[in-house]
């Protein structure tokens, strides 16, 4: 498998299992009733799992994006970090109009 593609799966796999912690969590201490609602109800094996599939897909992109726009700009291999080792001025002339 190409390493940019491993990069991009492996950050996927980690929003996909914080989206699974947050469910579990927020299952686990009922926020809203949210436990109680899915226990009591026929269908609250589809709702949990379509609660965990929509943020899923949704905590999966973001760490995507993070991984890809925090990429480091050099030769090594992406790392899904950048470290600034110190900040460099860029001058740009301006002229005046007339």
């Given amino acids: 498998m190409p390493f940019l ?10 929003g ?6 947050l ?3 927020m299952v686990a201490f009922d926020v809203a009733g949210l436990g109680t609602l899915m226990t ?5 094996p589809l709702a949990l799992a379509l609660l965990t ?8 992109s973001v ?4 991984a890809v726009m925090l990429m480091s700009d050099g030769e090594e291999p992406p790392r899904g ?3 600034l ?3 460099v001025p860029r001058y740009a002339k301006v002229s005046a109009r007339r």
């Fill in 40 to 44: 009591s109800s026929e269908d609250g």
């Fill in 5 to 14: 593609v491993r990069f991009l799966v492996t950050h996927a796999v980690i």
């Fill in 85 to 87: 080792t110190r900040l």
């Fill in 63 to 66: 760490q995507m994006g993070f």
């Fill in 23 to 25: 469910v579990g969590a």
């Fill in 81 to 83: 970090r950048r470290v």
């Fill in 16 to 21: 996909v299992s914080v989206a699974v912690m």
């Fill in 53 to 60: 599939f929509g943020l899923g897909i949704t905590f999966g």
